[in-house]
């Protein structure tokens, strides 16, 4: 047909909607048309292209999205190696319709961004009109915009299934959208995906609670007693003192069912007493521990419908009072400076979360050193392996990182060798100057990331691999991606949060790093500055930073005779 009598046809099929005369369109579709064109007042004559958020504004909205980066990473990754050979792509959105995350095929990485299924593009329903993640923002619904279903014909070609994350308060945190560019014209084909976005969700929020309320008791429930254990439908946490304290938006919906109210109300449940809900007493729940029939795991709702419940004991915590308010790797990363400890609190909230950090900051700032810093700050032990991009030749950098398998080139050891990144496995991959790695390794580097498995030169079978990800460099990797020298998905990847590291001449603690680099190059006998040597090292604009201090106390250390380092014991450029 007609590409244009195509357009005309659904221009006027949205026209007749608004217009109140019947359509075979599902009410939910019907009802984002009518949002468009009443509450967002959007033309569905009008052609949008997707729209991409600047950087710097991607960045804001990815760092206040990290809780719900973190905890939902796990299911997407879990959830893509089931649906990826189906050509399906998935986008996590915040609560603002802003995809703060993406995995998809790098085969067709340009069609997927012109189509807007990419980081940083834009699906409020008011930006982009009916389409799967504002629809879903708008309702509270999981649901599929299939095709035609969208009010902008420049997304017609898509199909997309889109599923709530809700936070155990109750409250929309974001969007779980599964997407393809092309897909069959019936909508009916996408019935199956959508129950299997909404099971992942699910798994999302359920694993959420159970983490962040260990020490409340957790119920997870069932209508029926058979999967209890497996895909529960909802869970609920409860404090010692029988209020809820937490739960999925399976168990908001089934609460405010059981007290007849609208649960779009929003009327929260979290401090409400336990018993309000169940017509069981708090303190019986004990007695639910360990039980194995029905009849045993059976309780009632204040409505009089039975539930059947898996209940978990509350974890003991350890009591915290004599630790230090972050560890003490991160502690002893600053000596007062107030860049330098915002830098450490943030750090501190995010060093045992599967997020990837990039560390930026001018060369010698000692990126290095605040990369150990985390890596020791966290709970998870392992190894760790600094890789320096740039000083590895080009030649060499494959078989370094990724390892070979025997014999597998000329020259290569009859053993093999283990890779960095396999050497890392478990602890932390530390990558400097990342932006000068060949594109080609970042395309394998990628695939390591996403996979988690690595592929030595010259071996048939992966390895998995599990190690967290801190990068580095003195450039611009933005600007890198933008000139087409730094592949855009894996700068993406790699962006999870992002470190400032002050210049030495900006931090306000600069006499402490002085006295820490001086007890460094001469541990047996740490330096001693005089009034007026010290100022003229406080003075100083450190062009070279922390390396260039290191240097110049080495200099001090083999020029000064006697107790004290003196103004003529510094190198001239100082004085200067």
């Not at 996408?190 to 099971?199: I, N």
């Not at 060093?351 to 990837?356: F, G, P, T």
Request: aromatic share 6%; glycine share 8%; hydrophobic share 40%.
């Amino acid at each position: 047909m007609n590409q244009t009598i195509v357009f005309e046809k659904h221009v006027q099929e949205i026209v007749d909607a608004a217009e109140g005369r019947a359509t075979e369109r599902d009410p939910e579709v019907v009802q984002s048309w009518l949002r468009c064109l009443n509450d967002h007042e959007l033309d569905p004559e009008h052609r949008g292209e997707a729209r991409i958020l600047p950087e710097t504004t991607l960045r804001q909205h990815r760092q206040e999205a990290e809780d719900l980066l973190s905890i939902a990473r796990f299911g997407m990754e879990d959830l893509y190696r089931r649906v990826n050979s189906m050509g399906y792509v998935l986008l996590l959105t915040d609560a603002k319709g802003v995809t703060v995350d993406f995995i998809g095929d790098e085969k067709v990485d340009r069609e997927l961004k012109r189509a807007g299924l990419y980081i940083g593009s834009e699906w409020s329903e008011a930006n982009a009109g009916t389409c799967g993640v504002g629809a879903c923002l708008a309702s509270g619904e999981a649901l599929t915009i299939h095709q035609t279903d969208h009010f902008d014909m420049a997304h017609t070609p898509l199909s997309c299934t889109a599923a709530p994350i809700y936070h155990v308060d109750g409250a929309l945190i974001g969007v779980l959208d599964v997407s393809l560019l092309m897909s069959p014209s019936e909508k009916y084909s996408q019935a199956l995906t959508l129950e299997v976005v909404k099971s992942c969700v699910r798994r999302i929020e359920l694993a959420n609670l159970m983490n962040s309320r260990k020490s409340d008791w957790i119920m997870r429930l069932n209508t029926t007693s058979e999967f209890l254990g497996v895909d529960p439908n909802c869970a609920v946490s409860v404090a010692s003192d029988g209020t809820i304290s937490g739960l999925t938006h399976g168990a908001h919906r089934l609460f405010a069912k059981t007290l007849g109210q609208n649960w779009k109300t929003r009327q929260g449940f979290v401090g409400k007493p336990f018993e309000d809900v169940f017509d069981f007493d708090f303190n019986d729940i004990p007695r639910l521990l360990g039980a194995e029939t029905p009849g045993e795991q059976a309780l009632e709702m204040s409505d009089g419908q039975i539930m059947f419940a898996d209940v978990r004991a509350p974890v003991k915590s350890v009591s915290v009072a004599s630790k230090p308010a972050m560890p003490d790797a991160l502690t002893r990363i600053h000596g007062g400076d107030g860049k330098m400890l915002a830098l450490a609190g943030k750090a501190a909230r995010i060093v045992d979360k599967h997020i990837s950090i990039i560390l930026e900051g001018e060369t010698g700032v000692g990126k290095e050193f605040v990369a150990k810093a985390l890596h020791k700050a966290r709970k998870k032990k392992g190894p760790f392996v600094a890789i320096n991009c740039a000083a590895l030749p080009e030649a060499l950098i494959e078989s370094e990182l990724f390892g070979y398998a025997p014999n597998s080139f000329t020259g290569a050891h009859a053993k093999g060798k283990k890779g960095l990144i396999e050497q890392a496995n478990g602890g932390t991959l530390f990558l400097d100057e990342i932006g000068d790695m060949p594109l080609a390794l970042q395309a394998r580097l990628l695939r390591v990331l996403a996979e988690k498995e690595v592929m030595a030169v010259g071996a048939t079978k992966p390895v998995p691999v599990d190690v967290r990800v801190v990068s580095a460099s003195h450039r611009n990797l933005k600007a890198l991606v933008d000139a087409g020298q730094f592949r855009q998905d894996l700068f993406y990847r790699l962006n999870g949060v992002v470190l400032q590291i002050p210049a030495l001449r900006e931090r306000q603690d600069k006499s402490w790093v002085i006295d820490q680099v001086a007890r460094v190059v001469s541990p047996d006998a740490p330096l001693h500055f005089s009034k007026e040597a010290r100022q003229a090292l406080l003075g100083y604009d450190w062009p070279g930073n922390i390396r260039e201090l290191i240097t110049t106390l080495e200099v001090c250390l083999a020029l000064y005779d006697g107790d004290t380092v003196e103004l003529p014991d510094l190198p001239e450029q100082i004085l200067g």
